[in-house]
């Protein structure tokens, strides 16, 4: 059994001259057996500077032989040139039966990664132990490449409610909800692995008691004293009073566009049921006209009043949240059903040209097929009449990772001008004579509503293009289905 330890283990006579050692000797040692035996053991482990750590050692074993008492000793010895490990050695006696020291046992443990972390936390510690004293709205911890906490530091126990020792060499997933952690999470190392760049995501993350709160985390590369890439870096900043305010803002927000929305809804009525009300009073008029009542009128009365039923339809969508009838869909097949609808609609003429490039094996997501159909078609129609004079409309799907689909529509057309873009989302605001200004706030809705995301990239003259992202169907939920 001492032969197969995983210790290390010498025995010597009084004089230090090596007796038995095990494998594990060898390995550190570098060395056989044969070679070591018989051989002085302070000189096989300090071939150099013998004048400090070799007398200091050997001080240490005079005392065990003269005493007949253990003692400990941990010190760096050489094993390969330039290459050191720091051993605690278990020193012992070992007795005759007449009560003589007839030999000494070493018992030694490597313990060099265990003091190099030290001394790791200890950097991390002095370096900015200042910066983060006194704001409590910061925690800072470190992972391993493998994502277990090594250290868990300022303002951490505060933040998150779990003690050090409670959280030290746990996933860092635990201190995310389970979602984003097998989503956002992941996704995020990944990226910073790769790139070398940190990453600065807006997430939610989890204290012990379940509750979650907003955050901005910065995460970067970890390095260690030979800058070599450890682990992972991370700092979180508590964004949960700056969200009341936002909120605040939005609600404040929120009724400015519904003023906008009574004003815009007051002007789009009061013309549909003018001319409603006109025709009206020509019939009333002359009972002898009901008789001669126009194909034409009636037609004209039925649009105008279909008009105001689909303006109330889409005020209705937007001001209420409609629940979402989730089933999990193949993004491309939902794109393929709406294209043959864009043949309906007058905009699209043999000018324009439809280009797909849709990914062969696009992972699915969860969401309302009709209600993502809305979002495509007004994406496609808005793209289609962007190019009036004819142009490409640019469809691409991809997957991101094994979190995301993304959903890239592109135009060719007039573009969107710079000072318009921040605005493109809210209720009313259209540059169109015939636009509601309601299309791109139902579809930023939808998405949202859908836990995905919505961005616009655009140059004047040159195109649009509208990217699209959506979470996919966790890994198990994918295996429990199709299994």
């Known amino acids: 059994m001492i032969d197969t330890a995983e210790v290390i283990f010498f025995y010597s006579d009084p004089e230090a001259r090596v ?4 494998n594990k000797a060898e390995r550190l040692m570098l060395r056989t057996k044969q070679e070591m035996l018989g051989n002085d053991l302070f000189g096989m482990l300090y071939q150099e500077d013998i004048d400090v750590k070799q007398q200091m050692l050997k001080a240490v074993f005079d005392d065990v032989v003269k005493f007949q008492r253990s003692n400990t000793f941990d010190g760096l010895i050489s094993v390969f040139g330039d290459v050191q490990r720091l051993i605690s050695w278990q020193i012992s006696p070992v007795l005759s039966p007449s009560q003589e020291t007839e030999g000494v046992l070493f018992v030694g443990v490597d313990v060099t990664r265990m003091r190099e972390r030290e001394d790791s936390h200890k950097k991390i510690d002095e370096t900015i132990k200042n910066i983060f004293a006194d704001i409590k709205e910061y ?3 470190v992972s391993n490449l493998d994502g277990n906490i090594t250290y868990y530091g300022m303002g951490s126990e505060a933040m998150f409610g779990w003690n050090r020792n409670e959280i030290i060499f746990k996933h860092v997933s635990l201190l995310h909800p389970e979602d984003e952690a097998k989503g956002k999470l992941s996704l995020i190392l990944e990226r910073v692995r790769v790139s070398g760049k940190h990453e600065e995501p807006e997430i939610q993350l989890k204290r012990k008691n379940g509750e979650t709160f907003p955050v901005i985390l910065t995460v970067l590369q970890y390095l260690d004293a030979d800058s070599k890439v450890s682990g992972y870096l991370f700092i979180a900043k508590d964004i949960t009073e700056r969200k009341k305010i936002e909120y605040q803002m939005f609600q404040s927000e929120k009724l400015a566009a519904i003023g906008q929305l009574a004003a815009g809804m007051a002007h789009e009525i009061n013309n549909p049921l003018f001319v409603i ?4 009073e020509m019939l009333s008029k002359k009972h002898e006209f009901f008789r001669r009542i126009k194909n034409s009128d009636l037609k004209i009365i039925n649009q105008q009043a279909e008009r105001i039923r689909k303006l109330v339809d889409r005020v209705l969508l937007f ?3 409609k629940p979402i009838n989730e089933v999990k869909l193949d993004i491309n097949n939902v794109i393929e059903g709406v294209l043959p ?3 309906y609609q007058k905009i699209l003429g043999a000018k324009i040209e439809i280009i797909k490039d849709l990914a062969a094996g696009v992972l ?3 969401g309302d097929q009709n209600q993502l159909e809305e979002v495509f078609i007004n994406l496609f129609l808005n793209a289609c009449q962007a190019m009036p004079q004819g142009g490409k409309l640019t469809i691409k799907t991809s997957n991101l990772g094994d979190h995301h689909v993304e959903i890239r529509i592109s135009d060719t057309g007039c573009g969107i001008p710079e000072k318009n873009l921040k605005n ?16 791109l706030s139902i579809c930023h809705n939808i998405i949202s509503n859908h836990n995905g995301s919505v961005e616009v990239e655009s140059v004047e003259n040159k195109g649009t293009t509208f990217v699209i992202k959506f979470p996919v169907v966790k890994t198990e939920e994918q295996g429990g289905k199709n299994g």
């Open 19 to 22: 007796i038995f050692c095990n």
């Open 139 to 141: 925690a800072l911890y």
């Open 277 to 280: 009300s006109g025709r009206l």
């Open 319 to 321: 001001a209420r949240y």
């Open 341 to 343: 609808l864009l043949s």
């Open 364 to 366: 699915p997501v969860r």
């Open 424 to 439: 493109i989302f809210m209720p009313f605001f259209s540059t169109k004579s015939t636009g509601t200004g309601l299309g």
